[in-house]
């Protein structure tokens, strides 16, 4: 193989490997061209004649191509030569050259994909070809519409309800429409449909897929979409006015495939093709996990003509229901009819007329034969009506066609074999796929059915999955239960492994090492990064879990097992820590990491824990934001949700706080097991949810924590006093908490005793004892004594503030005292107590850094250390008093001098540290803020201002001084004097007038004076005067009035903006005060150093670790988890019910309502307008009806009259001839009874004979019987195997008892006559429940009885030996010939597809009921076992039999007097 074949190979293997992965790379669009095209040229071909034979037309072959489209080697064909043609001998394929996409031009249309492709493309490369190359997403639905192929007029109600409807059920189920493709008559009316919809929506995820499937060669101007290397876009236009008798493509289809069969200008080359790939796509599964369910398909038929009704019938045929529109004209017409008629009411005279009033002048092309065969069809179709529904505009229930579509469907599926359970689940698993919750409320959710939980898993799956979280709440409302649906962790696995593309699952891959599969330690280890370092992992290796279940609650611990532990990327971190099995919060943690809104509000309305999920989610969603920078509308949506579940957390908090401000606060200190360990308020802190802080319940927890044992109440000048005269404590004259709480313990106990007093009339102390003595105290409170008294007081957070107020001024004051009074060159006493009280706050700090009460680790706590404005303040000051220290010690007089100048510098730094102790103050607290966030503008702003006051002072400096060689004085110059020229002081230098030889040097000599400018010979300055001051007026006009005032618009737009946010963010940052003064020492520095030697000792030598603030973390028993859970869940339903109410009263809310109402009254109105019209023509046909009843009446009289000879003086009057219509006639409307309507076999009538080719005659159902005369009838003659003698008179001799079958001869059957079967019935009783044993048929797919025919003198079939075992077969053949338990439940004729006019099938029928654990006994092996062919199945209707079988089942269920 050469190069030049081996490059095209090498080209295609390369783009069909990069394709399989380019689901995850951007692949170029020429690339994605390029690897199109080659898999198209290898796998789709066209049809081309290779054999030109004129027609008689000359220049036209018998294909329909003129000469010029055929190639040399067909128009001189040398291997054809003296041949007629042939289309299946001289039609060959070749690599298709018309492929691409599709653009049709104008306002709204967008580019679709197009592909020309023989008749014979297998159809899974039809629908391989859709799904992966022009990535389709698989159909949940297949609606095929068919009629008429021509224009048609259609009633402008009825085309708006058809077209609202098809969009509807297409845009909301995600299914596919197929259509003709072109731009005539039913495909037309489904591009406008589409048209419609896209003119009316932009999103591009909603688009409708819309496959017109159309013949190549009737195309109208198709050789614009020819090219070999494909046209990306072919420019198609339509000419409806030249087409003559070709047709143009509908321009509002997506996807054309052309079936080319090597023809020109036949139509129909498209059907079969069409029907194997409905075939192919109802065989695949739905969505994306295996279920059993396949796509379902719905044929839409809308008026048509003798080819719609094959299309239904094999549609039908196939168990595919159909949907007729009556009023659509001719064929639905004729159909929609006699849908509710009996079959017997269903004769050749009311199709003729039907077909006469529908198809008008085109009845009179119709040939006899054609009628009956119609009307064959057409009976059979009504035969089963479980797969037929016809869409009546005036008919309530079905008034919206996409309702009628749907319900067409569960309506075949409910009267399919698969009844019950797998029936209801396989409904609801469709109406999942279809998104269709009011389908699913109205026909699956009724009051007659019951589900349990574990039938709606798969289908719960599947909402999930599919983010339909409308589905998901029916779910739950109709009985899932979450804790049930998530007890297998592989379903959690499972969803993981389901996400959607999102920045989660991004991150998520990236912790899956070398691509492997993802698990849920991966998923805790990245949830653990979001949500902060101090929580511990939800999940935790397979091999070290061991759940714990817990009694009355919805959550079960899980525990490492031995051994086992969890390394994560985290600092500190020892063992593997326990978790928690919380479904609630797993299917919300699931939701919210793929940034579901509606299905996370579900979930989380199913959390127990509920305000902690709504904070851990609002910090989950800020951090994957803040890491997801590079996708604006991502982050954007997340931040959004983050915001919104924050809201929920105040909402659920306010409504607790409102109802218990105890019970409330202890939520908000409770560990929560189900998220790592974690407080609400910590999340709430870590989320930066200062809203949620800033809640006055949150405040008032910490102003609890703020006042210590101290009552919140008291006055705030009483605790400065007792400070410092703290015997006041014992005098009452400072309350505290406890004894405020015992107080109200009393007034409580009070309240009860006089409660008890006037209820029971005695008095209560008289009860105390024997009450005492039967119930517990109800507190343990403990009047405080003088220890605990002085202890609370001066360990009360608020105290230690104020001491350390008082410390750090005195510590100000000394290093004040210090630097301007007492600086020796030997430290003093005053400077020593200096060092040792910077020593303490020294201490302090380090302290600070490693106490870690949150369990944070030393690396966060550095980070969360250094991101604190005010401790890098601390750090400074410390560090250049360190240095200012170290030469203030030095002998040298300079570097003395500097470390006194780096110490004045660290006290103005010590000084503004002053500023934190102020930000507790709630009027100072907010002003600092705000000068915080105006230095942050007044640093950028010094950008700008530094441009203008460079530029002019260089060019200043440069037009005056010549060659400035000094560097302070080019400063002084070029930066200092026009910095100082925007306050007002104005340089003299610029102007002559101004200018003294006196302020300057004339070549720098003097280094106090600057260099005077370039002179003339007269000691006066030789500068443009003009041009300097210009400038200066330019630079104040600039610097001074506009960069100023700008200035001042940034700090009054900052201002206003923090203004209405300073108090949420000073109750934010107050959180972090109060944390730190409630873990500080009690002493104030310098005295804090023993607190430090202490800490010192019990921690480093006595290894005692540290207690965690118990103010901000508690743990709580079970019990009282539960119980505070539960009143939190309470809490939660109240705050939605709120929600709901005020949403319900809201103004939008109202008007919606009300557009709504006017909406259906609207339509009302119409309908009762149609359904009016409707009736009246209705009764004008009952009343035509019953006057031509009345006229036969009469005209029966009188001819019963005159037949009797009876006469009239005057003559009979003529009576008036009415014209029937439609409606059947008396004799054919009485009928037959159903009875005698069963005796018409109906399978021996089937249009094609089993394992044949072979078609039967037609034959309506009143033709059957040999006695009505049916002239036209000539069935062919068929044997399968040949026959000895052929002659007529032999075929003759034997006939059909049942009738007519459309077919003479032997056909399948051994003999002509009746061939004998016998089918025994062989019962058993199991567990209750009368079985009967069945063989599988897999061509009829169903279950047939074990029999076949049977031996002169022999009781059971031959077959039924080798089918069961000669044992088994011997002991069944006894207990007949015993006739113990034997009865013959039927014997005579056979429905039978194989039935012929001449040979037929004859049954005998009996049941055995026998003890077959007694017939197993003793012997052997073989009867331990069946075969696997043979299967014991239900005496039940829900078995699936052939029809005569399920009436024999039914009478044995008589016999033995169960229910069927």
């Given at each position: 193989m050469g190069e030049t074949a081996v490059e095209p190979v090498l080209v295609h293997t390369l783009a069909v490997s990069v394709a399989k992965?380019?689901?995850?790379?951007?692949?170029?669009?020429?690339?994605?061209?390029?690897?199109?095209?080659?898999?198209?040229?290898?796998?789709?071909?066209?049809?081309?004649?290779?054999?030109?034979?004129?027609?008689?037309r000359e220049g036209i072959c018998m294909c329909g191509y003129s000469k010029v489209h055929h190639t040399d080697e067909a128009i001189k064909p040398e291997e054809f030569m003296g041949e007629r043609w042939d289309q299946n001998r001289h039609i060959r394929e070749a690599p298709t050259d018309a492929f691409g996409d599709i653009c049709f031009g104008g306002i709204g249309q967008k580019t679709g994909k197009y592909i020309r492709v023989s008749s014979e493309t297998s159809a899974e490369v039809l629908y391989q070809l859709m799904t992966e190359r022009w990535k389709l997403h698989p159909p949940n639905l297949l609606i095929s519409v068919t009629g008429g192929a021509k224009n048609f007029y259609i009633k402008t109600h009825l085309k708006d309800k058809f077209r609202r409807g098809l969009i509807k059920v297409a845009q909301s189920t995600g299914a596919w429409i197929l259509t003709g493709g072109t731009h005539t008559g039913v495909m037309k009316h489904v591009g406008m449909a589409v048209r419609d919809y896209t003119l009316s929506s932009s999103s591009v995820e909603g688009q409708i897929v819309t496959i017109g499937i159309a013949t190549w060669g009737v195309i109208h101007n198709r050789q614009t979409l020819v090219h070999p290397e494909g046209r990306f876009p072919a420019h198609y236009y339509l000419d409806e006015q030249g087409q003559g008798r070709l047709s143009c493509l509908d321009v509002n289809h997506s996807h054309f495939l052309l079936v080319d069969d090597g023809t020109n200008g036949h139509y129909g080359a498209e059907i079969e093709l069409r029907g194997r790939l409905e075939k192919l796509i109802s065989d695949q599964p739905l969505g994306k996990r295996e279920s059993g369910v396949k796509i379902p398909v719905v044929c839409v038929v809308l008026d048509g003509g003798p080819g719609t009704l094959n299309t239904i019938y094999n549609s039908m045929m196939n168990s595919t229901p159909c949907v007729i529109l009556e009023g659509s004209g001719r064929l639905a017409d004729v159909i929609a009819h006699v849908a509710g008629l009996p079959v017997s009411k269903v004769t050749l005279a009311l199709i003729q007329r039907l077909m006469k009033r529908f198809f008008g002048e085109e009845f009179e092309s119709f040939s006899e034969i054609k009628i009956i065969e119609w009307t064959k069809k057409i009976q059979d179709i009504i035969r089963m009506?479980?797969?037929?529904?016809?869409?009546?505009?005036?008919?309530?229930?079905?008034?919206?066609?996409?309702?009628?579509?749907?319900?067409?469907?569960?309506?075949?599926?409910?009267?399919?074999?698969?009844?019950?359970?797998?029936?209801?689940?396989?409904?609801?698993?469709?109406?999942?796929?279809?998104?269709?919750?009011?389908?699913?409320?109205?026909?699956?959710?009724?009051?007659?059915?019951?589900?349990?939980?574990?039938?709606?898993?798969?289908?719960?799956?599947?909402?999930?999955?599919?983010?339909?979280?409308?589905?998901?709440?029916?779910?739950?409302?109709?009985?899932?239960?979450?804790?049930?649906?998530?007890?297998?962790?592989?379903?959690?696995?499972?969803?993981?492994?389901?996400?959607?593309?999102?920045?989660?699952?991004?991150?998520?891959?990236?912790?899956?090492?070398?691509?492997?599969?993802?698990?849920?330690?991966?998923?805790?280890?990245?949830?653990?990064?979001?949500?902060?370092?101090?929580?511990?992992?939800?999940?935790?290796?397979?091999?070290?879990?061991?759940?714990?279940?817990?009694?009355?609650?919805?959550?079960?611990?899980?525990?490492?097992?031995?051994?086992?532990?969890?390394?994560?990327?985290?600092?500190?971190?020892?063992?593997?820590?326990?978790?928690?099995?919380?479904?609630?919060?797993?299917?919300?943690?699931?939701?919210?990491?793929?940034?579901?809104?509606?299905?996370?509000?579900?979930?989380?309305?199913?959390?127990?824990?509920?305000?902690?999920?709504?904070?851990?989610?609002?910090?989950?969603?800020?951090?994957?934001?803040?890491?997801?920078?590079?996708?604006?509308?991502?982050?954007?949506?997340?931040?959004?949700?983050?915001?919104?579940?924050?809201?929920?957390?105040?909402?659920?908090?306010?409504?607790?706080?409102?109802?218990?401000?105890?019970?409330?606060?202890?939520?908000?200190?409770?560990v929560s097991s189900s998220w790592g360990g974690a407080t609400c308020l910590r999340l709430a802190l870590e989320a930066d949810d200062k809203s949620f802080i800033a809640h006055s319940g949150v405040q008032a927890l910490l102003t609890q924590i703020w006042c210590g044992e101290v009552a919140v109440d008291n006055p705030q000048w009483k605790l400065p006093l007792c400070m410092f005269f703290f015997?006041?404590?014992?005098?009452?004259?400072?309350?505290?908490?406890?004894?405020?709480?015992?107080?109200?313990?009393?007034?409580?106990?009070?309240?009860?005793?006089?409660?008890?007093?006037?209820?029971?009339?005695?008095?209560?102390?008289?009860?105390?004892?024997?009450?005492?003595?039967?119930?517990?105290?109800?507190?343990?409170?403990?009047?405080?004594?003088?220890?605990?008294?002085?202890?609370?007081?001066?360990?009360?957070?608020?105290?230690?503030?104020?001491?350390?107020?008082?410390?750090?001024?005195?510590?100000?004051?000394?290093?004040?005292?210090?630097?301007?009074?007492?600086?020796?060159?030997?430290?003093?006493w005053r400077e020593l107590l200096l060092y040792v009280w910077l020593t303490s706050l020294v201490c302090e700090e380090v302290r600070q850094l490693f106490h870690d009460s949150d369990g944070f680790g030393l690396q966060k706590k550095a980070k969360l250390y250094i991101k604190d404005l005010w401790n890098i303040l601390d750090v400074l000051s410390i560090v250049l008093f360190i240095t200012g220290l170290a030469c203030r010690l030095q002998a040298n007089g300079t570097v003395f001098y500097v470390g006194k100048v780096i110490l004045c510098i660290d006290f103005i730094i010590f000084c503004l540290r002053l500023m934190a102790i102020f930000t507790i103050s709630r009027t100072l607290g907010p002003k600092i803020i705000i000068v915080r966030r105006m230095m942050m503008d007044l640093f950028f702003f010094m950008f700008l201002l530094s441009i203008w006051v460079v530029a002019y002072g260089v060019a200043k400096q440069g037009i005056l001084i010549q060659n400035e060689e000094r560097f302070n004085w080019i400063v002084r110059g070029a930066v200092y004097e026009p910095y100082l020229v925007i306050f007002g002081s104005l340089p003299a230098s610029i102007d002559n007038t101004q200018f003294s030889m006196d302020s300057c040097s004339v070549n720098a000599t003097d280094p106090l004076k600057p260099k005077c400018p370039v002179l003339n010979e007269d000691n006066i300055p030789v500068f443009p005067e003009w041009l300097t001051i210009i400038m200066l007026c330019v630079y104040l006009l600039f610097a001074n009035i506009l960069l100023l005032n700008l200035l001042i618009a940034i700090f009054n737009y900052t201002f206003t903006e923090v203004q209405d946010n300073t108090d949420i963010i000073w109750k934010f940052q107050r959180y972090e005060l109060i944390k730190e003064y409630h873990s500080r020492p009690a002493l104030p520095p310098p005295f804090i150093l023993l607190s430090h030697l202490y800490l010192l000792i019990t921690h480093v030598f006595l290894q005692r670790s540290s207690q965690k603030h118990r103010q901000f973390r508690q743990e709580l028993s079970q019990s009282e988890e539960e119980e505070l859970l539960s009143w939190e869940s309470f809490m939660k339903d109240n705050y939605l019910a709120s929600l709901r109410q005020d949403k319900s009263q809201s103004v939008e809310h109202r008007i919606q309502d009300t557009a709504e109402k006017v909406g259906t009254m609207s339509e009302l109105l119409e309908r009762e307008h149609e359904m009016g019209s409707a009736a009246m023509m209705k009764r004008l046909a009952r009343l035509e009806e019953q006057v031509f009843q009345s006229t036969r009446a009469l005209q029966w009289i009188m001819d019963t009259l005159k037949s009797q000879n009876f006469k009239s003086k005057q003559e009979a009057p003529s009576m008036a001839c009415v014209s029937k219509g439609v409606e059947s006639k008396p004799a054919e409307s009485s009928g037959q009874d159903p009875e005698q309507e069963k005796t018409h076999h109906f399978y021996a009538r089937q249009h094609r004979y089993p394992g044949s080719t072979v078609k039967r005659f037609p034959v309506p159902e009143e033709k059957v019987p040999w006695e009505v005369e049916f002239t036209p009838y000539l069935p062919p003659i068929y044997n399968q195997q040949e026959p000895r003698d052929l002659d007529a008179s032999a075929l003759d001799s034997y006939r059909n008892p049942a009738g007519r079958t459309g077919m003479k001869g032997r056909g399948a059957l051994k003999s002509l006559g009746p061939n004998y079967v016998v089918d025994p019935i062989i019962t058993r009783t199991e567990g209750g429940v009368l079985e009967f044993l069945a063989v599988w048929d897999p061509t009829a797919e169903c279950w047939n009885f074990p029999g076949g025919p049977a031996l002169p003198g022999e009781p059971l079939p031959e077959r039924l030996k080798t089918t069961l075992g000669v044992k088994r077969y011997q002991k069944i053949k006894a207990k007949m010939e015993s006739a113990a338990g034997v009865k013959e439940v039927f014997k005579g004729y056979v429905d039978d597809s194989r039935n012929t006019d001449n040979a037929w099938v004859e049954t005998t029928v009996i049941t055995v009921h026998i003890d077959w654990r007694s017939m197993l006994m003793g012997d052997g092996s073989e009867m331990g076992s069946w075969p696997e062919v043979l299967q014991w199945q239900d005496v039940s209707s829900k078995t699936p039999v052939c029809p005569y079988q399920q009436e024999a089942l039914r009478l044995v269920a008589q016999l033995h007097h169960i229910n069927f």
């Open positions: 992965t380019s689901r995850y790379l951007s692949l170029s669009p020429s690339f994605q061209r390029c690897s199109l095209s080659s898999w198209i040229k290898e796998n789709i071909k066209k049809k081309e004649c290779c054999f030109y034979v004129e027609d008689g009506p479980q797969l037929l529904t016809v869409f009546r505009i005036d008919e309530d229930k079905n008034s919206d066609l996409d309702v009628a579509i749907l319900q067409a469907f569960l309506k075949a599926s409910r009267s399919s074999f698969s009844v019950g359970k797998q029936n209801r689940e396989r409904q609801l698993e469709l109406a999942v796929a279809w998104n269709r919750v009011d389908i699913a409320e109205s026909e699956i959710f009724t009051e007659e059915s019951q589900w349990k939980s574990s039938d709606l898993h798969q289908a719960m799956f599947s909402a999930l999955v599919g983010h339909k979280p409308e589905f998901v709440r029916l779910l739950l409302e109709n009985g899932v239960c979450i804790r049930q649906f998530l007890q297998d962790e592989d379903t959690l696995h499972e969803l993981y492994t389901h996400l959607p593309s999102c920045l989660f699952l991004r991150k998520l891959a990236k912790r899956a090492p070398g691509g492997s599969k993802i698990a849920l330690s991966h998923v805790a280890v990245e949830v653990r990064h979001l949500l902060g370092s101090f929580t511990r992992p939800l999940y935790l290796p397979a091999p070290a879990r061991h759940r714990l279940e817990i009694s009355n609650y919805d959550i079960s611990v899980t525990l490492p097992s031995k051994g086992h532990g969890l390394e994560l990327p985290c600092f500190g971190e020892e063992k593997a820590p326990d978790t928690v099995w919380d479904p609630g919060r797993d299917l919300f943690l699931w939701s919210v990491l793929q940034n579901k809104r509606e299905l996370a509000e579900i979930a989380w309305e199913e959390c127990s824990d509920c305000i902690a999920a709504a904070l851990a989610a609002s910090k989950i969603l800020k951090k994957l934001a803040r890491e997801g920078g590079d996708n604006g509308e991502e982050a954007e949506s997340m931040r959004e949700l983050a915001s919104h579940y924050e809201k929920r957390a105040i909402g659920v908090f306010s409504e607790c706080h409102s109802c218990d401000e105890q019970r409330a606060q202890k939520l908000l200190t409770r015997p006041l404590i014992y005098t009452g004259f400072l309350a505290f908490r406890r004894d405020e709480a015992m107080r109200r313990e009393a007034e409580r106990t009070e309240e009860e005793k006089l409660v008890m007093d006037s209820i029971t009339g005695f008095c209560s102390d008289d009860l105390n004892k024997s009450h005492n003595r039967d119930q517990p105290p109800k507190s343990d409170l403990r009047p405080l004594n003088c220890w605990t008294r002085l202890l609370g007081l001066f360990t009360c957070p608020q105290v230690k503030f104020y001491w350390n107020i008082a410390s750090y001024f005195g510590f100000l004051w000394l290093f004040a005292v210090v630097l301007m009074m007492d600086f020796q060159p030997t430290p003093s």
